[in-house]
């Protein structure tokens, strides 16, 4: 068994299992607060601090897992091809919109941090909090964040977006898909991607295109905000 744990196998195999579960559990009750991506997050945790498992020994197998979300995140282009023709009719709204959320993210994210007496480290860590992980860490590193804390935030923001979003969206009377699918993808990236694409498939490749648009929108603004506040 410690044999084991040392090796990256250990927590590629932890991940897979916890997180088969708790879809499965997912599956059998429909319960949305037992999000699988939540509930295998605070399982492993809760496995770790129970066992006295270093998480460094963990993690190297996360790293594994980590780089195939460049390649997850490519495959949400299929339900966007296959729904191209109303994307397109509705190409710039959907821009404006993604545009706005990226701009809307980024200053709340950044200003509620600063509010609160952040350091110059904690409100960058922030900055790219709603982008999908791959660009999050990419834009965190390029501008002095925390990159473990940018991570953390990225997931917690997804997994709140997976878990409320459809309802806050229904309760704001936000009911067409195409601008639920926008506003979960610009908000919260894959996680809330995957739960979109469980109620409607154009939504989930209007979610799709957002995570992209944000990504790139995200990528642009932040500079130009670091060169007229200088953050």
Not at 100 to 109: F, P, R, V, W, Y
Not at 169 to 191: D, E, N, P, V, Y
Request: aromatic share 8%; hydrophobic share 55%.
């Amino acid at each position: 068994m410690t044999e084991l744990v040392t090796t990256p196998l250990f927590g590629i195999i932890l991940t897979l299992a916890t997180f088969w579960i708790a879809e499965l559990v997912y599956r059998r009750t429909g319960f949305i607060l037992l999000n699988p991506v939540f509930v295998s997050i605070c399982s492993i945790i809760i496995f770790l601090k129970m066992t006295h498992i270093d998480y460094a020994a963990y993690a190297s197998g996360g790293k594994l897992l980590l780089f195939l979300l460049g390649p997850s995140v490519v495959a949400l282009a299929l339900p966007l091809w296959q729904r191209r023709e109303q994307i397109l009719k509705r190409k710039l709204p959907i821009l404006v919109g993604v545009c706005a959320g990226a701009l809307s993210s980024i200053i709340s994210a950044a200003g509620t941090a600063w509010l609160l007496g952040g350091s110059h480290k904690v409100v960058l860590s922030l900055v790219p909090k709603s982008v999908t992980t791959p660009i999050a860490i990419g834009i965190s590193e390029k501008i002095g964040g925390i990159v473990p804390l940018t991570a953390a935030l990225v997931v917690l923001t997804g997994c709140i977006g997976a878990i409320c979003g459809p309802e806050f969206c229904r309760l704001i009377r936000i009911r067409k898909a195409t601008s639920m699918g926008l506003a979960i993808g610009t908000a919260s990236h894959g996680i809330g991607t995957a739960r979109v694409l469980e109620e409607d498939r154009l939504a989930g490749a209007v979610s799709g295109l957002a995570i992209g648009l944000n990504g790139l929108a995200t990528a642009i603004l932040v500079p130009l905000l670091w060169f007229l506040f200088g953050w």
